[in-house]
């Protein structure tokens, strides 16, 4: 269970991102985080694996209180937290390979890592789980070469090497098509549904919302307006989290 308390995150020059968010995650739901640009989402999940510093709140999970983590616990922390961010963050001149054990750095030694140097098992696991989403042939292709979509895969490929219990996954899709789009979230609903992974997805659009997520969570300048199943989200409650001039389309 990942357990938020009164979460806050207030930016430099009083901008209040979050305000006051609590709710509770059970372990292996597939949870998707709705709202406007700028409502609080992508805050939300970096500051659960303290990609971002709460401003104040608590963020409890597997007995830890991970607001309040030390830099060592923290380590610990993050190598159970897959991140899969809606730009990549793929280091373009590395191979498909070397980006997706980028997934193990926390579990290797450091000195190993800097010279690409991983465990004949990690090697393995890396090409299996390139397989399992498709471009185990795109390999030894360095990650530039890839397209959008293809460069996801690899994103989450690499977090499956950290043997997550939780995947963060900010706004995956939001720069791929539709087509594209529905593909990426199999992947994610793949591994949520055979792994028993906790999956918490930001995304805009509410089709996908209703085809993929067990339950939804809308924000609002930084407000939780919502907390339910996606077809509990009728026209009223979508102006409140949209907005009165909102139009809905999915």
């Keep these: 269970m990942l357990s938020i308390k009164n979460l806050t995150k207030i930016y430099d020059g009083g901008v209040k991102a979050l305000n006051d968010v609590s709710f509770d995650v059970p372990q292996g739901e597939f949870l998707a985080v709705i709202g406007l640009s700028g409502s609080g989402k992508s805050t939300l999940l970096r500051c659960i694996n303290r990609l971002i510093e709460p401003t104040d709140g608590d963020i409890f999970w597997e007995g830890m209180n991970i607001a309040k983590a030390n830099d060592d616990e923290l380590r610990l922390v993050r190598r159970r937290i897959g991140m899969v961010f809606q730009h990549f963050n793929l280091v373009h001149r590395s191979s498909v390979l070397t980006n997706v054990l980028s997934g193990r750095l926390g579990y290797v030694n450091p000195a190993m890592s800097v010279f690409n140097r991983f465990p004949k098992s990690d090697i393995e696991n890396a090409m299996k789980q390139l397989e399992r989403v498709g ?15 293809q460069q996801q895969r690899v994103g989450i490929a690499r977090a499956m090497m950290q043997n997550p219990a939780i995947i963060l996954a900010d706004e995956p899709v939001a720069s791929l098509d539709p087509v594209l789009a529905h593909s990426i979230m199999q992947y994610l609903e793949k591994i949520n549904k055979e792994d028993g992974v906790t999956v918490l997805c930001s995304l805009h659009f509410l089709d996908l919302v209703h085809r993929y997520a067990d339950r939804v969570v809308a924000l609002n300048n930084g407000q939780l307006m919502f907390d339910g199943k996606p077809d509990e989200i009728d026209d009223e409650k979508f102006k409140e989290i949209y907005g009165r001039e909102a139009e809905r389309v999915g």
Excluded at 141 to 148: F, P
């Design 135 to 149: 471009i185990a042939d795109k390999a030894h292709h360095r990650a530039d070469e890839l397209s959008g979509g």
